[in-house]
């Protein structure tokens, strides 16, 4: 009988488990405000480097076109725009590639298909950003923050053939700041 419960017991843990787990899953229609997207972020629709109908366009380029098209993005100081959720802010190593850039990185997204249908579904590609800047504008900044951006355009990896696309696009920032309503 004692065998018989020792063997059963993982079963009933996992169980447990499983249920208290689910119940703490958030309710995405319950979403409290302050999680909430401020209304100025629209990275489909906005004047940004890459909202929907440059993006598209930016896909449909061969590559020659697609590395003409970045050469004269990086031409233009200050030009590049854009909108993406804070993930995390670190301070660069002197011996570290990139500062070059910028002592400072803010690491950022844009949601994929599989975080955001309603963004992701004209997406169907990951945006990563990398933001270079001589100073820490993240310190008291949360995880999940909506934040907007400008700068000069500094660098891109594209992976088409990936599922999902992905693009990292590193910037030398000009200026990065928490959207507000």
């Known amino acids: 009988m004692r065998a018989a419960m020792c063997r059963m017991a993982p079963i009933g843990l996992v169980a447990l488990f499983v249920a208290t787990t689910t119940a703490c899953l958030p309710d995405k229609d319950k979403q409290p405000d302050w999680q909430k997207a401020p209304k100025s972020y629209d990275v489909k629709g906005a004047d940004l480097t890459f909202n929907e109908l440059r993006l598209e366009a930016f896909n449909s380029m061969e590559s020659a076109q697609r590395a003409t098209h970045l050469a004269e993005l990086a031409a ?9 959720i804070y993930r995390r802010g670190t301070e660069l190593g002197e011996k570290m590639d990139d500062v070059q850039y910028g002592q400072f990185e803010v690491y950022a997204v844009t949601p994929g298909p599989e975080e955001n249908q309603e963004i992701g579904v004209w997406l169907e590609v990951n945006i990563e950003y990398h933001l270079f800047l001589d100073a820490d504008v993240t310190k008291n900044w949360a995880t999940g ?20 696309r992905k693009m990292e696009i590193k910037v030398k920032a000009d200026s990065v700041t928490l959207m507000k309503d």
């Open 145 to 164: 923050s909506y934040i907007e951006f400008t700068g000069t355009f500094a660098d891109m990896s594209f992976q088409d053939s990936s599922k999902p």
């Open 76 to 84: 233009k100081a200050g030009s590049f725009k854009g909108q993406a």
